[in-house]
């Protein structure tokens, strides 16, 4: 049970080395003395700056001699064998596109002990000795089962906008899809001004509220809405009225998807009810809000968090995730890293408060 135990440790840190030397000799002795052939894939919803992070993973490995495999369509082309292998300048060009060249998927075949028994019938039958997963937390409990069942060495990236693993400040893509919204909320309040209108815009985040609450402070808004902290309608409706008397005229409130106050339309049909005076406007941001250039951060991110899981492999590491912590990189265990949840910094929200007043 080798990668269990692994837990919030830095890299390179000699108690991380202790708990692997003493419960995987074999798996680290394999990988420091014969690692010479990684597979890399990127699954579930795709992120900016996943193309950056695959890059990184190739370009690090080549680096270090180490042979890598770029694994089409996640799961599913794994298990159909779409795999070829990278060359440095197979990952040319791609460190400023949006999605993932590699392309992802989602694998029913995956959740079953049979499709990922194929799946590392696959990848021993291609001299694959280790994997690289980037993927939010469904794809991370897919690789631990992998490795669990398999003894597949496994090495996770986070890469989803939603900012929702646990073991890492930012995840790939969070940066590009904050200043997406941004910059969409931005123009939504030139109309909103004209007009004095209220705005009620939906962004991404089914269970976190991250997008919504960076997004929603850098642009200025009114209110928002999160999953983590349920405000109800009497609160909108006491907020917009505080808004009114402090002589405000337009009003933009973000909401994230997983908000339990009724949803978008539900709250401005209640606004409108209750508050006669508002002239009220839904706009939900939806798929526009994965896509686009990565932004440098997100770059640099997937970049450092690339090497890393390939020096992870190399140390003989595995069953964790690299991440990023108060700028440092960390691992987590895959497990805890798919089983928990982020806490959201009050201070965010206490900010966000004050500023709209
Ligand atoms: P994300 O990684 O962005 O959270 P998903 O939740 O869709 O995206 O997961 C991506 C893929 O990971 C799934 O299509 C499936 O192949 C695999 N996966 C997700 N959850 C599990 C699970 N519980 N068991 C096995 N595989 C899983």
Known sequence: MWWHDCD?????????????????????????????????????????????????????????????????????????????????????????????????????????????AKAAEQLRESGIEALVVIGGDGSFTGATLLAREQHIPVVGIPGTIDNDIYGTDFTIGFDTAINTVQEAVDKIRDTATSHNRLFIIEVMGRDAGYIALYAGIGAGSEEILIPEKSRDIDYLLHSLNRSDRAGKTSSIVIVAEGDKSGGVFELAKTVEEKLPGYSTRVTVLGHLQRGGRPTCADRVLASRLGVAAVDTLRDGTSGVMVGLRDNRITLTGLEKACKETPDMDPELIRVADIVSI
């Open 8 to 116: 919030d440790l830095r890299s390179k840190n000699g108690e991380l080395w202790q708990l692997f030397h003493t419960r995987s000799t074999f798996v680290r002795d394999a990988l420091m003395t014969t690692l010479q052939h990684i597979g890399v894939l990127t699954s579930g919803g795709d992120a900016p700056g996943m193309n950056a992070a695959v890059r990184a993973v190739a370009r690090s490995a080549i680096y270090h001699n180490i042979k890598v495999t770029g694994i089409s369509e996640g799961y599913t082309g794994l298990l159909e064998g779409k795999l070829t292998l990278l060359n440095s300048r197979s990952v040319s060009n791609i460190v400023n596109q949006g999605g993932t060249f590699l392309k992802s998927a989602r694998c029913m075949e995956f959740y079953k002990p049979e499709g990922r």
